[in-house]
């Protein structure tokens, strides 16, 4: 079975989830921002990650441009973001806002915790995080938001990583 990993990132949480994958599955690692097209007609399986920025994906335009030739695919999706691993609405949400109904019917969806640092984001992120953060009503979540957090870690993308060689291994037995 072979595979490929798309991506589009902003601040590195996403590369480095790509990275992660590539690095466990042996999976080339295609960013968009480096390569606008890419060639999927070789591939059997597509994992797709981007990063939500205000309740967007990077990467909806690529997913709407390519969801003919997705549906094609077994699809694995990663959605970076920092919504806690319980806030199924906001997940919902952006699935439902992001992803062409198709696609996001036929594809895994895996989302990952992403990072804020605040110091390092552009000028415009940083007066979005901070209109959020004043929005926000849980006490928790808007400090979160205040100071930044950083909820990447490798362990992470374990069960994406079981699920894509789950995926290779029944597809190759067939």
């Known amino acids: 079975m072979k595979g490929i990993i798309i991506y589009k990132g902003k601040y590195g949480a996403t590369a480095q989830y790509a990275a ?6 042996g999976l080339p690692v295609v960013s968009t921002d480096q390569q606008a097209s890419v060639d999927l007609s070789g591939y059997d399986y597509v994992m797709v990650g981007s990063p939500v920025y205000v309740g967007k994906l990077l990467m909806r335009d690529w997913l709407h441009e390519n969801a003919t030739v997705l549906q094609h ?3 694995f999706v990663f959605i970076v973001n920092s919504a806690s691993a319980d806030d199924k609405q906001r997940e919902d949400a952006v699935v439902k806002g992001n992803l062409p109904d198709e696609l996001a019917k036929a594809s895994k969806i895996y989302f990952l915790r992403g990072r804020v640092v605040i110091n390092k984001l552009s000028w415009t992120d940083r007066l979005v995080v901070k209109l959020g953060a004043m929005m926000e009503k849980d006490p928790e ?3 979160l938001m205040r100071r930044g957090f950083d909820g990447v870690k490798r362990e992470n993308v374990n069960p994406l990583i079981k699920a894509a060689l789950e995926y290779s291994n029944s597809e190759a037995l067939l």
């Open 73 to 75: 695919k077994k699809v």
């Open 20 to 25: 992660w994958l590539a690095d466990a599955l």
């Open 141 to 143: 979540k808007k400090a």
